[in-house]
């Protein structure tokens, strides 16, 4: 969701700016970001701790930066191509889920005024506190998205129809954990990322995905044709 469907990656360096002012540090470069995209909250507050010398336990950090987070969340709205695509997948009956490392407490805050774009997904939707991942298994661990399969298969299970296999999946991400977690689901993934993180990988991006996917540089490039949809 997050840098994929939403432009809220932006609006989170806008918000970690914030606190980092707060300290005299900073600003939040690519190379320190590029680590943080699409990793659990425990994680990448870990890192940003660390990387930043910042004199916070997790739970200081969590309380301050969800606090200033609050104020964006309104702010959040679609990246070119994403509605078109989820909107053209859903109308011609092609099985979706979404699975993003945010809580449920954020994505209510970054998704309830795109309601009506996100009803789409139906009850198929994991967030990164959900029960069905286990403990430390978020992303680059694969578990969200078999978790965000197990829901779609339930469904067509009591619909009587064949269960979808991870390897007929595409996946859909702009961060490294999450594209590692799409190759370790066995799914074809289709990665997004952003040019500033493009600039610091400097070509490392076609050994992390090798052959198991494509990198686009934005959702309207993806050539839905290719892949019989």
Same mark, same amino acid.
């Given at each position: 969701?997050?840098?994929?469907?939403?432009?809220?990656?932006?609006?989170?360096?806008?918000?970690?700016?914030?606190?980092?002012?707060?300290?005299?540090?900073?600003?939040?470069?690519?190379?320190?970001?590029?680590?943080?995209?699409?990793?659990?909250?425990?994680?990448?507050?870990?890192?940003?701790?660390?990387?930043?010398?910042?004199?916070?336990?997790?739970?200081?950090?969590?309380?301050?930066?969800?606090?200033?987070?609050?104020?964006?969340? !309104?702010?959040?709205?679609?990246?070119?191509?994403?509605?078109?695509?989820?909107? !053209?997948?859903?109308?011609?009956?092609?099985?979706?889920?979404?699975?993003?490392?945010?809580?449920?407490?954020?994505? !209510?805050?970054?998704?309830? !005024?795109?309601?009506?774009?996100f009803n789409y997904f139906g009850k198929h939707i994991v967030t990164g506190d959900d029960e069905r991942i286990p403990k430390g298994k978020g992303k680059p661990h694969p578990d969200i998205w078999f978790a965000c399969l197990a829901s779609i298969n339930e469904d067509r299970i009591s619909q009587g129809l064949d269960e979808i296999k991870p390897e007929e999946c595409l996946v859909f991400e702009d961060g490294i954990p999450g594209v590692i977690s799409g190759i370790a689901a066995n799914a074809h993934v289709i990665w997004i990322p952003d040019v500033n993180a493009l600039k610091v990988l400097n070509g490392e991006e076609h050994n992390i995905i090798g052959t198991s996917g494509e990198i686009l540089t934005s959702l309207t490039e993806f050539n839905k044709d290719k892949y019989f949809l």
């Open positions: 969701m997050d840098g994929t469907l939403l432009n809220t990656e932006d609006l989170y360096t806008e918000a970690t700016n914030e606190l980092l002012k707060l300290y005299n540090k900073g600003p939040l470069t690519w190379d320190v970001k590029i680590k943080l995209q699409g990793r659990p909250s425990f994680e990448s507050m870990t890192i940003m701790i660390e990387e930043y010398d910042l004199p916070l336990t997790i739970e200081e950090f969590q309380k301050i930066s969800m606090e200033i987070q609050s104020k964006l969340w !309104h702010k959040s709205r679609f990246l070119p191509g994403a509605v078109e695509l989820v909107e !053209h997948l859903y109308n011609n009956d092609v099985p979706i889920a979404l699975g993003t490392s945010s809580n449920t407490i954020n994505y !209510h805050r970054k998704t309830d !005024h795109l309601k009506s774009e």
